[in-house]
């Protein structure tokens, strides 16, 4: 299947392009780069040089919806949030299948989306075409959907890590709290002081503290699981490595997991259970926690679980390649399930150890 | 004054060395090092050539506290936890003044030590005698002290953090949670395979969850503080970067936090206030947080506190470099407690930017 | 094809494991493992769980030659230098094919062996049946070779860079300056003070200056290929970095290639036609030169040429991952040969970046 | 005594005012900056809340001579070259002191300033009065001297290292190869892509091959100790840390030196007796070399060297802090010689280890 990639000279483009040598049924007919149309995908990333025979036309084009729709069938989005919601309705129309990796039209409520985002909402209306792609979750809506809004990478490593537990009542819905710890890529390649090596080496900061986009969009999802409101602090960090994303979670437990006496045995084996069928989550053995080099460069989400009986608490630690299960990887996941395909066609494989 | 290091070939212990040529008042007097006595200490350490003036013997040491007592007025202990227990003793019936840098007499209930370090409870008549000596809190006692226990890292950067919080019952003393993250030179330079350099780089990952022997240690600290019992739940990990301890701390608003309608803005005033006198306690501006780097190579512990609305909660952030005022500087601050001197004499600078 | 790893659990027997998971023609139906026998791979290393359908055997066996014979066709070794020489006459004699990883057959002359691995030299029975395995110039012994040795990481990126110029006598065969920077994980995954993160890290230094054991290893395979002696100068450096290996290269250009007005331009041209059908060494552009980046994760030989026309002098930079071209790929890339599958058979991908 | 600094929101202006804090004879009176005017400096740089005493006035001024002239006497500039050129010749007219840490005044021969630095080469007359500040060779001629042009990082660890052996006559003064490797804090804090944490972190590459501005600055110091041409061969790279240069230099050797026998502990005694008088330049013991991390935040020079007699070549390896005695420790020592001062007031400390 010929698929095109919008966005292309980004972290997360270029990570789709990577990827998608490894898929068995698909041609990329079409790289798109606003900003250095007319250059060779090769010039601008020497790295690609000779590996690129699954690419039928390397040179970067002008992001025009008429020439991508002639050319592909399904286009990625891999853009700076408030840029897709202007092209998706065009690509929509043209009949293209859209899997969106920013962050635009996974809000519902354009209120919210304006509140957090501090720009405008999108049009409505391709909006309620989309799915939203957790694809462990949604994966049924995912197999119909010409739309998929895929999840930003913290939501991806929360939703993740706490729709067991509050599915199941085993947590209060409110009083959670999230600690999560990010490498730079997610970042982006844009020149910026504060991203710089000499900055970011030796040393760790949480930022926007209390405003982070992505607070709502975890609060969204886990309040449609539950069906009750969720509310969350969610604390960001910048690490100084480069892929990975780590959140810590906490939430007090029910007064059902009380009475249950919940252990971090039982909690182990209910997690296992929860997930038993899912291939890229894995839950860790009671007492081993995850490190973000065990999914490094893969389309896992490593969790492992504790009870803290002196607090009456759960902890809860996720670990993800924020490029791959938190972008790319289950970018190519959702067009796996749009397609019937087998869902780790092409993002099967091992963590790059050591 | 004359003193001495026990262990000083640690990274505790050679942070000690370093920081005292700096000291006006100090001439470092014994060096102890059980595993490599008869060497001498710039052989071990090369970087030390030739800058040693103010160290009048630098072959180390067996450690005995004849020959210590002999030499020197007062030592500095920096060994492994469960290895100082058996020396101080003995350090003090010979009147020397004794700093501790180790866990063994922190905790001063026997069954919570043996709990958290699975150790046996060093003597109890020894600990008797010690101060705990988190200067900002604890200076008069330190003033008198000849025996003082110095804090462990992370205790430090979650005492100056939340203190203020919980002594002014703006936070509930239950169900803090503190979510620190911390650099490898913590974990001291014995070889493991864990803190290698290909296991650590591009990877951070929790451990100790629910078990780190600083619990306890944070919890006598503040219920000390505010005559309550306190409850933590306190989950360290380990970061990509050679120094530096960021504390991410979370706090439930108490009924009178809620009455006085505290703001991050008013907050942020309160903390200014507290510690307006502290020299080494340094609270951001309302809406700024501190990075590690901003502490690197210091004694500083930096502060920026945030009050979320949507879930009464505070959010506290500090950062220390774990080695100084985590460790060796903290040390030293006690010490010119102890003499009458400046509290800042010979640890007064500029973290080491970039 | 039914293929062992011998000493699996170090850092080279785990990417071999990790690589074979693509290779489409193989099972791995050994992994031994002196230290660990009776372990499951996956509880050694949890980022493997979920992953290993490709290995017949999960649990980690004692290293008997009978055993591996009955069970496998063809057998890496990945041990450290000095244990493998006691092994591989054994398992030829069951005709095993064997692929050695370490440095034990390398050197065809014992004196010299002796002389720089301060070891004695192994059996030189087994040895006059090795190949030495840089593909690409031993490919026609390869494809016949019962026993290959595979190249050093070293000698790889050194070999690759300097054998044109040496080959067409562009540059003098002594005087040759090879400046080379690594990575950490080729230092293997022993608990070391050397190797820890915090003596690693905002570090660089040389090591084993005149006296690394991939000198002659070098010097042997650049005499063999232009039948003269070569001396070299090597130097090794610790770079804090997991994977990779640069190696800078200083010849004098030979009165030929001065006749000849040997530039840059013309330079890069002709290793562009040199190693033109050579899958895995891509030549950068005139005027580009390799990162260690560009080929992370991957078997790639990036080279980079340059005619410093004031000094009349050739510089080449060489990029390998260490852990791929400078071993388990190469090993692989062996075994396509030997086998007569395509060469780049499991091997080909695209570098992790960012 | 009163000194201003010209650009002090750069890593080398922020490095220089760490520093003076140190100092017991300044008071730092101006601080200039072109970008940032009319801001105080500890909100630039938060890290410096609290610590500044010693500077009279913190906040941020245009820069311009008259103003300067009336508020200190002597000033540093640490300017991106060819910013300096143009302000040097009206801060002299003024009667100030000049310590310039930018290279537009060290290459005295206009063309081949222009050649290298592709911009045109700066007004003769400041020039002519100017004084190239590599301390330990040019020591007296600071003393006199009103403006001094501050060495440039990587030519002072080549110097340090080469110098003695050129003096001496025993390598040749052509076919030196200078193989060096630098942190990222040298490219200064300028956004920019090629130096963001993601592209730097697990990679290093070479750069300027053949054309770094430094080249001409190196052979221009090596003539003038030897009276003889000198021809070097300068490869700088960049290596995944922040601070640090560790310079590998090869010579041949001389008939002299042949004649000598010179042996590596021959060459490290006389090494050791060259430099005896020089606090700031340390001589490993033979067989040992230097890491970056042993100079790590200080003026040191830490030098090893190795006579490798298979190919009768030196390998000197040296290693500085560019921030340091590669930029603003060296500025301070040489205010320190321009005054009188012992040329350690200031700067005398131990670097930073871990």
């Given at each position: ?11 997360g ?8 040598k490894?898929h ?8 798109g ?23 039928s036309?390397t ?13 592909v ?19 929509l ?22 509140q ?11 909006q309620?075409?989309g799915?939203?792609g ?10 119909k ?15 993740l890590g706490?729709?067991p537990?509050?599915?199941h ?13 990010s490498g730079t ?5 844009g ?9 970011v080496?030796e040393?760790i900061?949480?930022?926007k ?6 607070t709502?969009e975890i609060e ?15 604390t ?5 490595m480069t ?10 437990l029910?007064d059902?997991?009380r ?6 045995d ?7 259970g ?5 291939k890229?989550?894995r839950?860790?053995?009671?007492g ?6 065990f ?15 002196r607090?009456?608490?759960?902890i ?8 791959v ?8 996941q ?9 869902e780790?066609t092409?993002?099967d ?5 050591p």
């Open positions: 299947m010929k698929v095109g990639i919008i966005g292309v000279t980004g972290y483009g270029i990570e789709l392009l990577r990827w998608l490894n068995p049924y698909i041609e990329v007919a079409y790289l780069s606003h900003s250095q149309a007319g250059l060779d995908i090769a010039d601008v990333y020497p790295h690609l040089q000779g590996q690129l025979e699954y690419v036309d040179q970067l084009q002008e992001i025009n919806a008429d020439v991508i729709a002639e050319k069938e399904l286009v990625f989005l891999s853009l700076p949030s408030g840029i897709s919601s202007s092209l998706v309705p065009n690509l129309e043209k009949d293209l299948k859209v899997i969106d990796l920013a962050g635009d039209f996974r809000i519902r409520d354009a209120s919210i989306h304006e957090w985002y501090k720009k405008q909402a999108p049009d409505r209306r391709s309620s075409q799915v939203y957790l694809t462990e979750f949604n994966r049924a809506d995912v197999a959907a010409s739309f998929v809004s895929n999840p930003g990478c913290y939501p991806t490593s929360v939703a706490l729709a537990l509050l599915l009542d085993l947590i209060e819905a409110k009083g959670i709290i999230i600690d999560a710890k890529s997610g970042a982006g390649r020149a910026a002081v504060g991203t710089l090596f000499s900055e080496q040393s900061h949480a930022y503290i209390g405003a982070h986009q992505h709502p969204q999802f886990l309040a449609d699981v539950t069906g009750k409101d969720v509310l969350t602090t969610f960001p960090h910048l690490v100084p892929r990975g994303i780590l959140s810590t979670m906490y939430g007090q029910t059902k997991a009475e249950m006496n919940l252990t971090s039982s909690l182990q084996e209910f997690y296992q929860f997930y038993e069928k899912e890229f989550v839950i860790h053995k009671s081993d926690f995850p490190k973000t080099k999914v490094y460069g893969t389309n896992f989400c490593n969790i492992g679980v504790y009870v803290e009986e607090t009456e608490r759960v809860v630690v996720s670990a993800i390649d924020n490029m299960k938190g972008a790319a990887g289950q970018a190519i959702n067009m796996n399930v749009m397609y019937g395909w087998d780790a092409g993002i494989n091992i963590p790059l150890i």
